[in-house]
């Protein structure tokens, strides 16, 4: 299978090198082009894959491809590739904010279309995508793309209606963990500990939380219920951050990016 990328900043390449580490993708049936000739060989090399820097050329030899440009250069990409694009390429959007109906009315007819929200933890093989796939993308079709989404993690289809709100919480939740595991490591700093030890002590605990809640499948409340005794230091601590508004500021702060995200 023949897969290109459009665009190959930070998440693109973070997406080909999770499907190439993780997925057990053949470099040699990948092809990107980007703008930065310097800084795409650098990367694509470094990849062992092909580039360019004529979309069209990956756009017509692509039997999957990724337009992973800035959300105000995908009407001029697509409008660049239309007349090459084979009918039968599923053309997969990871541009924050353009719904699949906007991409067909660039297409100028129908077309093989998914809408893809990865976030930064592809990079590690660990990532979240969420997308939608038009009338256009048959069962098969819709397998076989996410079978290369959940080379570098999890793929979940939601209604796109709802990318707003969910992607708001799987794109930028992991900067609001990586302040979590910040303030951690400043406490356990506090309390004597190395800087790197801290750090290393705090993305593990949080690491180890996350599998618990995915290995077991109980109610986050039920796993925190479980560290909690009675009379205890956590319990304690628990109840400081309800008294500072812990959760609410998790909330709010999600709420807010969803907000900011439908404008």
Do not use: W
């Not at 023949?2 to 057990?24: C, D, E, R, S, T």
């Not at 076989?144 to 919480?169: H, P, Y």
């Amino acid at each position: 299978m023949k897969v290109g990328f459009i665009g190959f900043g930070n998440m693109a390449y973070a997406m080909a090198g999770g499907m190439i580490k993780y997925g057990g993708f053949d470099p040699a049936d990948l092809m990107v082009s980007a703008r930065d000739m310097d800084k795409l060989k650098s990367r694509a090399n470094g990849l062992k894959i092909a580039c360019t820097k004529d979309n069209r050329q990956v756009a017509a030899q692509s039997e999957i491809l990724f337009l992973a440009v800035k959300p105000h250069f995908i009407s001029q990409v697509i409008q660049e590739i239309a007349d090459v694009l084979r009918p039968e390429t599923i053309v997969v959007s990871v541009a924050a904010g353009i719904s699949l109906a906007e991409m067909e009315e660039c297409l100028g007819r129908p077309g093989k279309l998914i809408r893809a929200l990865p976030n930064t933890p592809v990079l590690v093989g660990q990532g979240m995508t969420l997308y939608e796939a038009n009338e256009q993308v048959t069962p098969a079709e819709e397998d076989a793309v996410v079978q290369l989404l959940e080379g570098f993690g999890k793929a979940r289809r939601i209604d796109e209606a709802l990318f707003a709100g969910t992607g708001s919480m799987t794109g930028c939740s992991p900067a609001f963990l990586y302040m979590l595991m910040e303030a951690m490591g400043d406490a356990a700093v506090r309390q004597g500990m190395t800087r790197e030890a801290a750090y290393e002590l705090a993305a593990q605990t949080v690491k180890g939380s996350a599998e618990m809640v995915l290995e077991t499948k109980l109610h986050p409340g039920q796993l925190k219920d479980m560290v909690t005794s009675p009379g205890g230091t956590t319990i304690e601590g628990v109840r400081v951050l309800e008294r500072l508004g812990f959760r609410s500021a998790i909330m709010e702060a999600i709420i807010a990016a969803a907000e900011k995200t439908k404008k």
